[in-house]
């Protein structure tokens, strides 16, 4: 069973309170907030804490599974409704993400991955492919190592992929991801001069181990204020 009807169903409550004067209050973030379920299809969604629910989304699971999104983002193309009531379908390769059991899903790398740290500054670890290519003089064909013959003996080059895991940063002002290294934690202390400055007195060869402990002071001194409906 298609739970389209239950999605018209809960569309037309949703359009209807969609129509009200709701005041939106906004509230510190802290590790115990709840972010509000569903499909994130951007980053904007993501910072007014406003996702697509799962009663407007078109799945043949049901909406309130625990693992809905999980399996929804398992499809090469995500069926919805817009806030104005109309069909719309988008390709799983093109969503930000979204929201499963209060916690953030960002897909990045062709992957969905949690974002553990919330703030200022966000943190958050994925997969990426790794591709090396090395030029090999020795691997031919036609090599005999008594015997060379230049218009038969050709070298390749050999191409090797790996996966590696990898630290990422995600600016929630802009949306912006960043790699996890000095200069990126460097680049986003610069809004704040006195962690700027502090953070440049640390000896180069410590302020790598001194990373996590400038984001938290950043993020402790700008919280992010979330939206609750």
Same mark, same amino acid.
Request: aromatic residues 18%; charged residues 25%; positive net charge.
């Given at each position: 069973m298609r739970y389209t009807t239950i999605a018209i169903l809960s569309l037309f409550c949703f359009t209807a309170g969609f129509a009200q004067n709701d005041s939106v209050k906004r509230v510190k973030y802290t590790p115990e907030f709840q972010f509000s379920p569903g499909l994130y299809l951007d980053f904007n969604q993501v910072r007014e804490n406003n996702p697509i629910p799962s009663v407007r989304i078109i799945s043949n699971?049901?909406?309130? @599974?625990?693992? $809905?999104?999980?399996?929804?983002?398992? *499809?090469?193309?995500?069926? =919805?409704?817009?806030?104005f009531g109309a069909q719309q379908e988008i390709s799983t390769a093109n969503i930000w993400g979204y929201c499963q059991d209060g916690k953030i899903y960002i897909q990045y790398n062709g992957e969905? *991955? &949690?974002?553990?740290?919330?703030?200022?500054?966000?943190?958050?670890?994925? @997969?990426?492919?790794?591709?090396?290519?090395?030029?090999?003089? =020795?691997?031919? @064909?036609?090599?005999?190592? =008594?015997?060379?013959?230049?218009?038969y003996s050709r070298s390749y080059n050999r191409t090797t992929k790996t996966r590696e895991m990898r630290q990422?940063?995600?600016?929630?002002?802009?949306?912006?991801? !960043?790699?996890?290294? &000095?200069?990126?934690?460097?680049?986003?202390?610069?809004?704040?001069?006195?962690?700027?400055?502090?953070?440049?007195?640390?000896?180069?060869?410590?302020? *790598?181990?001194? !990373?996590? $402990?400038?984001? &938290?002071?950043?993020?402790?001194?700008?919280?992010?204020?979330?939206?609750?409906?």
């Amino acid at each position: 069973m298609r739970y389209t009807t239950i999605a018209i169903l809960s569309l037309f409550c949703f359009t209807a309170g969609f129509a009200q004067n709701d005041s939106v209050k906004r509230v510190k973030y802290t590790p115990e907030f709840q972010f509000s379920p569903g499909l994130y299809l951007d980053f904007n969604q993501v910072r007014e804490n406003n996702p697509i629910p799962s009663v407007r989304i078109i799945s043949n699971d049901a909406p309130l @599974d625990f693992n $809905f999104y999980r399996n929804l983002v398992k *499809n090469k193309k995500i069926g =919805y409704f817009d806030e104005f009531g109309a069909q719309q379908e988008i390709s799983t390769a093109n969503i930000w993400g979204y929201c499963q059991d209060g916690k953030i899903y960002i897909q990045y790398n062709g992957e969905f *991955n &949690r974002v553990p740290i919330i703030g200022r500054v966000c943190h958050f670890i994925a @997969d990426v492919t790794v591709i090396d290519t090395h030029y090999d003089p =020795y691997y031919s @064909d036609y090599y005999n190592p =008594y015997y060379y013959n230049p218009y038969y003996s050709r070298s390749y080059n050999r191409t090797t992929k790996t996966r590696e895991m990898r630290q990422y940063l995600l600016d929630f002002e802009t949306g912006k991801v !960043l790699n996890f290294d &000095r200069e990126s934690v460097q680049v986003m202390l610069m809004q704040d001069p006195i962690l700027y400055d502090e953070f440049m007195k640390v000896k180069k060869r410590q302020q *790598n181990d001194l !990373l996590f $402990f400038f984001l &938290r002071k950043l993020n402790e001194k700008y919280p992010v204020m979330i939206p609750v409906r």
